[in-house]
């Protein structure tokens, strides 16, 4: 299984962004799928999941109110959009695929497959 995560970038504070992320193969919609940041120095953060059909979301409080997940099973993509950015999102953004939970998971120990990453900067 193959994730390839887009859209980063540079953005001043208070802007946006949209990352997605591309899954190789039949099995997407049969993942919940999540997005995690990993700043340097810094564990890698849960940041939003979603179920695989898209009705059930959970989001950390760091971005609760500012971040959205989405998926369209139809094109295997999962997105991030990121609204009202701060010089602290700065990070390293991962999507990835968890195919065994029942329920869409905070753990990062849930996901078994993971993108390349994609990087975030936020400039004050």
């Known amino acids: 299984v193959e994730l390839v995560e887009s859209g980063g970038g540079l953005v001043q504070a208070g802007g946006s962004l949209r990352l997605s992320c591309v899954t190789s193969g039949q099995s997407f919609r049969w993942y919940n799928m999540g997005w995690f940041r990993q700043a340097p120095t810094k564990e890698r953060e849960f940041l939003a999941t979603?179920?695989?059909?898209?009705?059930?979301?959970y989001y950390s409080d760091s971005v609760k109110g500012r971040f959205t997940i989405s998926r369209d099973n139809a094109k295997n993509t999962a997105s991030l959009q990121m609204n009202s950015l701060k010089p602290e999102d700065t990070a390293v953004y991962y999507c990835a695929a968890d195919p065994r939970s029942s329920v869409p998971s905070t753990d990062r120990k849930s996901y078994d497959y993971w993108g390349q990453g994609t990087q975030v900067t936020v400039s004050s």
């Open positions: 979603i179920s695989r059909n898209g009705v059930v979301t």
